[in-house]
């Protein structure tokens, strides 16, 4: 084969590396305000969560929502979501998860990468970063902080079964992690990100 022709190949597809936002919390320490409404920067909180997704390259972006769902899709822009209604959230972090990694079922996404909408101090840069920890459906990655493992998480497709038989109450993903602890990447994110929760009234602070 020429060089022309070498150089005509067509190139393979990059892979589809879904976005799944989890913001169905109840805010239950927070007096029961839904997390995604909370204020930020004058808009509903999971709206910069999505905007941080899309910015970080990944799509189909899918939202799991819970807590006062019928009010977050009226007052939040969600154009270009797959929106998730999770009528469990209550039972915890897991049932969000299960919803999402279902309603994946079929996008032809080869990762899942997820994040939580409470997490306002970790942009696009850090989303990519964990992204390009991609190799392939088996993948398995986290961003950490100072060597500590947090969010977002990316887990390859053929993981989602297994995670979604083992993600009850609040454990979400945590026991298929600690099963497979050996086949994680960290992806040091401290950095350019800061990975701290909105979950109680002093936290608030930090929505300016």
């Given at each position: 084969?020429?060089a022309?022709?070498?150089?005509?190949?067509?190139?393979?597809?990059?892979?589809v590396?879904?976005?799944?936002?989890?913001?169905?919390?109840?805010?239950?320490?927070?007096?029961?305000?839904?997390?995604a409404?909370?204020?930020?920067?004058?808009r509903p909180?999971?709206?910069?969560?999505?905007?941080?997704l899309?910015?970080?390259g990944l799509?189909?972006?899918?939202?799991?929502?819970?807590?006062?769902?019928?009010?977050?899709?009226?007052?939040?822009?969600?154009?270009?979501?797959?929106?998730?209604?999770?009528?469990?959230?209550?039972?915890?972090?897991?049932?969000?998860?299960?919803?999402?990694?279902?309603?994946?079922?079929?996008?032809g996404?080869?990762?899942?990468?997820?994040?939580?909408?409470?997490?306002?101090?970790?942009?696009?840069?850090?989303?990519?970063?964990?992204?390009?920890a991609?190799?392939s459906?088996?993948?398995?990655?986290?961003?950490?902080?100072?060597?500590?493992?947090?969010?977002?998480?990316?887990?390859?497709?053929?993981?989602?079964?297994d995670?979604a038989?083992?993600?009850?109450?609040?454990?979400?993903?945590?026991?298929?992690?600690?099963r497979?602890?050996?086949?994680?990447t960290l992806?040091?994110?401290?950095?350019?990100?800061?990975?701290?929760?909105?979950?109680?009234?002093?936290?608030?602070?930090?929505?300016?």
């Open positions: 084969m020429s022309a022709g070498a150089s005509s190949a067509p190139r393979p597809a990059p892979p590396i879904a976005g799944l936002l989890l913001a169905a919390g109840g805010g239950r320490r927070l007096g029961g305000r839904p997390k409404l909370l204020p930020y920067r004058g909180l999971v709206e910069n969560a999505v905007g941080v899309r910015e970080a799509g189909p972006l899918h939202v799991v929502l819970g807590a006062s769902a019928a009010e977050v899709r009226e007052r939040a822009d969600l154009t270009g979501c797959v929106v998730v209604d999770n009528p469990d959230w209550a039972e915890g972090m897991g049932s969000s998860l299960r919803a999402g990694l279902a309603s994946l079922a079929g996008t996404a080869g990762a899942a990468l997820v994040s939580l909408v409470d997490q306002p101090g970790i942009g696009a840069a850090a989303v990519a970063r964990v992204r390009e991609y190799r459906p088996a993948s398995l990655a986290a961003a950490s902080y100072d060597g500590e493992r947090g969010h977002p998480v990316l887990f390859g497709a053929d993981r989602w079964a995670i038989a083992t993600a009850t109450g609040d454990k979400g993903a945590r026991v298929h992690l600690a497979h602890a050996g086949e994680l992806v040091e994110c401290g950095d350019i990100a800061a990975a701290f929760d909105i979950d109680t009234p002093p936290d608030l602070a930090r929505l300016v």
